[in-house]
């Protein structure tokens, strides 16, 4: 699951549904095919219209013995197996609900990836009460999407996906899910925010929506008032379990993507770059004698990998990635998403004051790496024009801070909560190189340090070693000495 709020969702109806007369035609329509003076005062119409294509979920799968006992056969306590779920051997049946909706008359189903991560059977069951067996297609964990099949001797009612990208905040939604067991349940509310970033994922790019979404919802669709899907219900924030009207979809222009290939090829395949970024803000930007509000500082370089093989380095700042700008690393990962396998891409950067192009052939991408910092806690310092106080290295101080033998600079002892070091340098830093040129000494970095004094509009520019979770890494920091 995305979230411990987020659960999977049932669509339980209780009075069969009929199935619409043309079953081999999508049951949405487009919002530019609806007279604005025929939309509906409630509703109602479309809620019965969309519900035959709205399917629960349920899964199964067998769990290894957990140390509970299992009563032997003929035993007077061997009925207490049946209860608690258990064989003779001890092992024992999980299930769990979720929601899904078709997309075509042969039988492709989406649904989140959560609801039948894990599971040994699938069935699917429609609102007519009619039950089928799923095969799972194939899964993407990141945008947390999966599509099943299921094979029907008729065809089956299904939805159209919406264009996204034209849904607006305002726009009224509807979701059809199964909250905390109340099948077939809809809720109405408007699209809240667009672009929403969880942190969940490289893809993430949410729809935010006040239609209640609750625990049961997972994996069911949110339409338009065309009938169409513009996103997949898949998380919610919430401080009681309930819902606050935060929930998020994955919008459907992103969904029809990722099922394509999924119906394709069973999986997904992202192009790679092999870099570790970080975002520079518009004072490193500034601090690089280059333009702009934004871009990102290459980190680490995988060795061998597309960004290697085309010469880039660590320490450049990419501003355009395919001739599209780049401020974040957020854009850099969407429009590399975004990037078929295999393309040759010009990449603008920027390395030692001057702008540069490399062309850079994409890779594909085989698993997830990234670093995050274990940040030591700041000590009050120094009063040198860094705010830092700074020791050389020797091998005690490697031993102190697990420095590793190939590194090599000064390495930051504490940091003064009053002077302009801190919140960007922290306790352990090794610091390398200083407005672009390399430090070994404490005496050799604070004279050039107090020589950056001189043009105090322009940033000073530090790069670090820094030890993450994963290792040590390159990280570049831009200090302001005018404050």
């Given at each position: 699951?995305?979230?411990?709020?987020?659960?999977?969702?049932?669509?339980?109806?209780?009075?069969?549904?009929?199935?619409?007369?043309?079953?081999?035609?999508?049951?949405?329509?487009?919002?530019?095919?609806?007279?604005?003076?025929?939309?509906?005062?409630?509703?109602?119409?479309?809620?019965?219209?969309?519900?035959?294509?709205?399917?629960?979920?349920?899964?199964?799968?067998?769990?290894?013995?957990?140390?509970?006992?299992?009563?032997?056969?003929?035993?007077?306590?061997?009925?207490?197996?049946?209860?608690?779920?258990?064989?003779?051997?001890?092992?024992?049946?999980?299930?769990?609900?979720?929601?899904?909706?078709?997309?075509?008359?042969?039988?492709?189903?989406?649904?989140?990836?959560?609801?039948?991560?894990?599971?040994?059977?699938?069935?699917?069951?429609?609102?007519?009460?009619?039950?089928?067996?799923?095969?799972?297609?194939?899964?993407?964990?990141?945008?947390?999407?999966?599509?099943?099949?299921?094979?029907?001797?008729?065809?089956?009612?299904?939805?159209?996906?919406?264009?996204?990208?034209?849904?607006?905040?305002?726009?009224?939604?509807?979701?059809?899910?199964?909250?905390?067991?109340?099948?077939?349940?809809?809720?109405?509310?408007?699209?809240?925010?667009?672009?929403?970033?969880?942190?969940?994922?490289?893809?993430?790019?949410?729809?935010?929506?006040?239609?209640?979404?609750?625990?049961?919802?997972?994996?069911?669709?949110?339409?338009?008032?065309?009938?169409?899907?513009?996103?997949?219900?898949?998380?919610?924030?919430?401080?009681?379990?309930?819902?606050?009207?935060?929930?998020?979809?994955?919008?459907?222009?992103?969904?029809?993507?990722?099922?394509?290939?999924?119906?394709?090829?069973?999986?997904?395949?992202?192009?790679?770059?092999?870099?570790?970024?970080?975002?520079?803000?518009?004072?490193?930007?500034?601090?690089?004698?280059?333009?702009?509000?934004?871009?990102?500082?290459?980190?680490?370089?995988?060795?061998?990998?597309?960004?290697?093989?085309?010469?880039?380095?660590?320490?450049?700042?990419?501003?355009?990635?395919?001739?599209?700008?780049?401020?974040?690393?957020?854009?850099?990962?969407?429009?590399?998403?975004?990037?078929?396998?295999?393309?040759?891409?010009?990449?603008?950067?920027?390395?030692?004051?001057?702008a540069r192009t490399f062309t850079v052939t994409m890779g594909e991408l085989e698993e997830q790496t990234g670093d995050e910092a274990t940040q030591l806690p700041d000590l009050p310092a120094s009063a040198n024009d860094l705010g830092a106080d700074l020791t050389g290295i020797d091998d005690d101080i490697r031993r102190r801070y697990g420095i590793p033998k190939d590194v090599d600079g000064v390495v930051v002892s504490s940091v003064s909560a009053r002077g302009p070091a801190y919140g960007k340098l922290v306790r352990g830093d090794v610091i390398i190189e200083v407005n672009f040129e390399r430090v070994a000494t404490v005496s050799e970095?604070?004279?050039?340090?107090?020589?950056?004094?001189?043009?105090?509009?322009?940033?000073?520019?530090?790069?670090?070693?820094?030890?993450?979770?994963?290792?040590?890494?390159?990280?570049?920091?831009?200090?302001?000495?005018?404050?």
């Amino acid at each position: 699951m995305r979230f411990p709020a987020l659960a999977a969702l049932a669509v339980l109806v209780s009075v069969p549904l009929a199935a619409p007369a043309a079953a081999q035609q999508s049951l949405s329509q487009t919002l530019d095919q609806i007279d604005p003076k025929e939309r509906p005062a409630s509703f109602r119409d479309l809620s019965k219209r969309l519900m035959p294509a709205v399917v629960n979920i349920s899964t199964s799968k067998t769990v290894a013995p957990d140390g509970m006992p299992t009563f032997p056969e003929g035993s007077p306590m061997e009925r207490f197996n049946d209860f608690f779920g258990r064989d003779e051997d001890g092992f024992r049946r999980e299930g769990s609900l979720g929601s899904g909706f078709v997309i075509s008359a042969d039988g492709y189903v989406v649904t989140n990836n959560h609801v039948i991560e894990g599971a040994d059977e699938i069935e699917v069951n429609f609102a007519n009460g009619r039950v089928l067996d799923a095969e799972l297609i194939g899964r993407d964990q990141d945008t947390d999407l999966a599509v099943l099949k299921v094979k029907s001797s008729t065809p089956l009612p299904f939805v159209s996906f919406a264009d996204s990208d034209s849904a607006e905040v305002g726009d009224w939604v509807i979701a059809i899910g199964n909250p905390f067991g109340f099948g077939g349940s809809v809720s109405a509310g408007i699209i809240s925010a667009r672009n929403r970033d969880l942190n969940a994922g490289r893809s993430d790019d949410f729809i935010q929506t006040d239609a209640a979404i609750n625990r049961g919802n997972s994996g069911g669709p949110l339409f338009n008032l065309g009938g169409e899907v513009v996103g997949v219900n898949t998380a919610i924030i919430s401080p009681t379990g309930g819902s606050v009207g935060i929930g998020f979809s994955v919008p459907s222009n992103l969904v029809n993507k990722i099922t394509s290939e999924l119906i394709k090829s069973g999986r997904i395949r992202r192009s790679w770059m092999g870099v570790n970024v970080q975002d520079a803000d518009e004072s490193l930007v500034r601090a690089y004698k280059a333009s702009g509000k934004g871009g990102v500082i290459v980190t680490r370089i995988t060795d061998d990998g597309p960004a290697d093989k085309a010469m880039l380095e660590v320490g450049d700042l990419i501003l355009s990635f395919d001739n599209q700008p780049v401020a974040s690393v957020r854009e850099l990962t969407r429009v590399i998403a975004d990037t078929p396998i295999g393309k040759d891409v010009p990449v603008r950067l920027v390395r030692d004051g001057r702008a540069r192009t490399f062309t850079v052939t994409m890779g594909e991408l085989e698993e997830q790496t990234g670093d995050e910092a274990t940040q030591l806690p700041d000590l009050p310092a120094s009063a040198n024009d860094l705010g830092a106080d700074l020791t050389g290295i020797d091998d005690d101080i490697r031993r102190r801070y697990g420095i590793p033998k190939d590194v090599d600079g000064v390495v930051v002892s504490s940091v003064s909560a009053r002077g302009p070091a801190y919140g960007k340098l922290v306790r352990g830093d090794v610091i390398i190189e200083v407005n672009f040129e390399r430090v070994a000494t404490v005496s050799e970095t604070l004279d050039k340090v107090k020589a950056a004094r001189a043009t105090p509009a322009e940033p000073l520019l530090i790069r670090v070693k820094r030890r993450g979770e994963a290792g040590w890494f390159d990280q570049f920091l831009s200090v302001d000495l005018g404050k």
